[in-house]
């Protein structure tokens, strides 16, 4: 589990899209491929990454 705070108020999904940018960009992956999976509307949020779950955490600690 990881926490990142995310600046864009949840209005009309900007705070959804800013995570899903954010995350495309450290993770070097293109946003197309991230999927919110569960919480959509909600603060808590599943995110489907297609990275293998090292190379995920790695990248992670990278952008610490």
């Known amino acids: 589990i990881t926490v990142i705070d995310v600046a864009a108020p ?3 999904g900007r705070a959804n899209r800013e995570l899903l940018s954010y995350l495309a960009k450290v993770l070097d992956v293109p946003k197309s491929e991230l ?3 569960r919480g959509e509307t909600s603060r808590h949020k599943w995110i489907k990454i297609p990275l ?3 190379e995920l955490w790695r990248k992670l600690k990278e952008a610490l």
Do not use: H, T
């Open 10 to 12: 949840p209005q009309d």
């Open 35 to 37: 999927e919110i999976v």
């Open 52 to 54: 293998a779950e090292d």
